[in-house]
């Protein structure tokens, strides 16, 4: 049985190497990794339960969140929370709502970009969402985690790059039946709703919607800089109805 176990391990491992598109799993990897290990998935007995727990996720969500109100008082450990908070996640769905979406998106995007420049582009342009959030409600109190900005950055520099590739999204007002879109009509409703969503949004806890389209806007704009004309159709894995869990208020 344990040779079974390795030998599945190792095939996935030798997957993983030989993608096209490492970073992408990576960093799926480490925001797991860090949910996992952290307060905020309530499966770590150090944490404690009840009370106990309740109180450890928060010093956690301030420790390496994003606090507007402190962001821009000059000390050195608050400018590096808007990409520290790029690995944490407040809830399960928070945590497999993200991924999910950086899965679908990342991986032909990376693909295209190549590992390096993807990498700096991906916590780039979640630093500068996260930082253009905190700008906006520069009196904000409540910590600011998630990977959504820099998963948004991810979609509109897809919508760019692919913009006739078919995305198929399971639509709640449809029953959930699977259809198939291109993605410059997907993406473009998904970056209508939040824009939609920002203008109700209230400064409790909740979802930062404006990350969002800061996010969607650099993608969009850093690749119709950086690169030439779209590529032609392609498919794209199946994913739920355009819209990654947004950066939590926890």
Not at 63 to 90: D, R
Request: aromatic fraction near 14%; hydrophobic fraction near 50%.
């Amino acid at each position: 049985m344990i040779s079974k176990w390795s030998a599945s391990i190792g095939r996935v491992s030798g997957s993983i190497r030989g993608s096209s598109s490492p970073v992408t799993y990576a960093l799926i990897a480490l925001c797991c990794t860090v949910f996992l290990a952290g307060p905020a998935s309530g499966i770590g007995p150090a944490y404690g339960s009840g009370d106990d727990l309740l109180a450890a996720q928060r010093a956690y969500f301030r420790h390496w969140g994003v606090i507007p109100a402190e962001l821009f008082e000059g000390s050195p450990g608050s400018a590096l929370t808007p990409a520290t908070a790029l690995f944490v996640h407040g809830t399960w769905v928070h945590l497999l709502g993200n991924m999910l979406f950086l899965y679908v998106f990342g991986a032909m995007t990376e693909e295209r970009m190549g590992r390096v420049q993807f990498t700096l582009f991906y916590v780039g342009c979640g630093y500068l969402a996260l930082l253009g959030y905190a700008v906006a409600n520069a009196d904000s109190e409540q910590p600011l985690v998630g990977a959504s900005g820099a998963i948004s950055a991810v979609l509109g520099a897809f919508l760019y790059l692919f913009p006739r590739a078919r995305v198929t999204s399971l639509l709640p007002f449809l029953f959930f039946l699977p259809v198939r879109f291109p993605a410059w009509v997907v993406l473009p409703f998904w970056a209508a709703l939040q824009w939609l969503a920002a203008g109700r949004a209230s400064d409790g806890p909740g979802v930062a919607y404006l990350a969002h389209l800061i996010g969607f806007g650099l993608g969009f704009c850093y690749a119709s800089v950086r690169y030439g004309r779209p590529t032609g159709p392609t498919r794209v894995k199946t994913a739920p109805a355009p819209a990654p869990e947004g950066e939590n208020q926890p």
